[in-house]
T-cell receptor, first 113, second 112 residues
Framework: DGGITQSPKYLFRKEGQNVTLSCEQN?????MYWYRQDPGQGLRLIYY???????QKGDIAEGYSVSREKKESFPLTVTSAQKNPTAFYLC????????????FGEGSRLTVL | KQEVTQIPAALSVPEGENLVLNCSFT??????LQWFRQDPGKGLTSLLL?????REQTSGRLNASLDKSSGRSTLYIAASQPGDSATYLC???????????FGQGTRLTINP
C-alpha cells in the first residue's frame, strides 16, 4: 500500500536533547513537508522540500533542521534550540509542490519532560 | 498575508441532518483549495481538492464549492452520520507560493 510512514508515534525527550523524527513515503512524490500542530493554532509549516538535496525554511524553522538525501525520506531533527518543542508533528507529501493533493502521515507526538 | 478562517470552531448536530462548513480566505489569488478531515490524534486525510478554475467538487456525500471572488468555500455534508464526527480543515495555496495556509478547523460532532 502506498502512503507516508512517520515514526515514532510517541516520543519523550529531556530538555537539551536533540531528537529526529522519521518520515518515509512510497508515493514517488517529489515534494515533502513538515508541519507542527498545536491546540488552537492550526498547522504551521516548518520546512519543505521540492526535490532531493534541496529544502526551504517555512514559517517556524528556528530550532529545527532537515535533510533530503533520498526522494522517499525527509527526516526532521528537533534541536535543543527549539524553545517549545512539545507538539504534534505531521509530515506530508505531494506530486509536485502545491500543484496537487497533499497526503499526510499519521503524525508523531513529541513531549519534552 | 493570506489568512484562512473557519467558522464555527465547533458544531454539533443530530444524525441525518445536512450541514455546511464554511471557509473564508483573504487573498483571492489562490492556486487551489483543499478540504481535509482529521480524527483525534491522527493525521489529515484529504477529502476534496478544488482547482482555482473549478466551482465545485463532489465525492459521495460530500460537496465542496469555491467562490474565489468572494473568498469563500463551503463543504456540504449530506445525511450526516456519527462516523462523520471529526475536525474538518480547509487550506489554500497562493498562486506562485510553495506552501498551503490552513484554517484552524471546525470540530464536528454528529449525535446519534
Amino acid at each position: 500500500d502506498g502512503g507516508i510512514t512517520q515514526s515514532p508515534k510517541y516520543l519523550f525527550r529531556k530538555e537539551g536533547q536533540n531528537v529526529t523524527l522519521s518520515c518515509e513515503q512510497n508515493l514517488n512524490h517529489d515534494a515533502m513537508y513538515w508541519y507542527r500542530q498545536d491546540p488552537g493554532q492550526g498547522l504551521r509549516l516548518i520546512y519543505y522540500s521540492q526535490i532531493v538535496n534541496d529544502f526551504q525554511k517555512g514559517d517556524i524553522a528556528e530550532g529545527y533542521s532537515v535533510s533530503r538525501e533520498k526522494k522517499e525520506s525527509f527526516p526532521l531533527t528537533v534541536t535543543s534550540a527549539q524553545k517549545n518543542p512539545t507538539a504534534f508533528y505531521l509530515c506530508a507529501s505531494s506530486w509536485m509542490a502545491n500543484t496537487g493533493e497533499l497526503f499526510f502521515g499519521e503524525g508523531s507526538r513529541l513531549t519534552v519532560l | 498575508k493570506q489568512e484562512v478562517t473557519q467558522i464555527p470552531a465547533a458544531l454539533s448536530v443530530p444524525e441525518g441532518e445536512n450541514l455546511v462548513l464554511n471557509c473564508s480566505f483573504t487573498d483571492s489569488a489562490i492556486y487551489n483549495l483543499q478540504w481535509f478531515r482529521q480524527d483525534p490524534g491522527k493525521g489529515l486525510t484529504s477529502l476534496l481538492l478544488i482547482q482555482s478554475s473549478q466551482r465545485e467538487q463532489t465525492s459521495g456525500r460530500l460537496n465542496a464549492s469555491l467562490d474565489k471572488s468572494s473568498g469563500r468555500s463551503t463543504l456540504y455534508i449530506a445525511a450526516s452520520q456519527p462516523g462523520d464526527s471529526a475536525t474538518y480543515l480547509c487550506a489554500v495555496t497562493l498562486e506562485g507560493a510553495q506552501k498551503l495556509v490552513f484554517g484552524q478547523g471546525t470540530r464536528l460532532t454528529i449525535n446519534p
